[in-house]
């Protein structure tokens, strides 16, 4: 499964204490490293300026460094849609979801693949990190 993050409102910017938010990308680096990708506007269009976002926020400067090396950059030009792989299971963690992108995961049948990160929602980490631990435990059922 392919794992899509957006920095802005879920890994920076938000009500989750720090602590959650270290819990969530650790089990996010060790449980899916090579499938997972940055889907932000600090990486597009050839850019990859994630890493500079993530030195700007209160997540330890080892998990940065470890993040900006694993995670691999996606590339859009407007929608964020663009960089999805839809040939593959994913699961998109972002705080801000366009109509129009809304309409191209309606077009494919994936709209439940999108997880909305309230940033303004303190438990939000949590019940992120919650849920890719019960999609990868049934994964795991499943072979």
Not at 31 to 41: E, I
Not at 81 to 94: A, H, R, S, V, Y
Not at 113 to 129: G, I, Q, S, T, V
Request: overall charge negative; proline content about 5%.
């Amino acid at each position: 499964m392919n794992i899509y993050l957006d920095i802005d409102g879920v890994l920076r910017g938000t009500a989750s204490p720090v602590e959650d938010v270290v819990d969530l990308l650790e089990f996010i680096l060790t449980n899916y490293p090579d499938s997972t990708f940055w889907l932000t506007t600090h990486c597009r269009q050839g850019y990859n300026h994630t890493r500079a976002a993530l030195l700007d926020s209160d997540l330890p400067k080892e998990l940065v460094e470890r993040a900006s090396s694993m995670i691999q950059p996606s590339d859009f030009s407007v929608l964020k849609t663009e960089g999805i792989d839809f040939t593959k299971p994913f699961l998109w963690l972002d705080d801000n979801l366009f109509e129009s992108e809304q309409k191209v995961l309606e077009s494919h049948g994936c709209l439940i693949n999108h997880f909305y990160m309230n940033p303004r929602d303190p438990e939000m980490a949590k019940r992120a990190l919650a849920l890719l631990k019960s999609l990868k435990e049934e994964n795991a059922n499943i072979y």
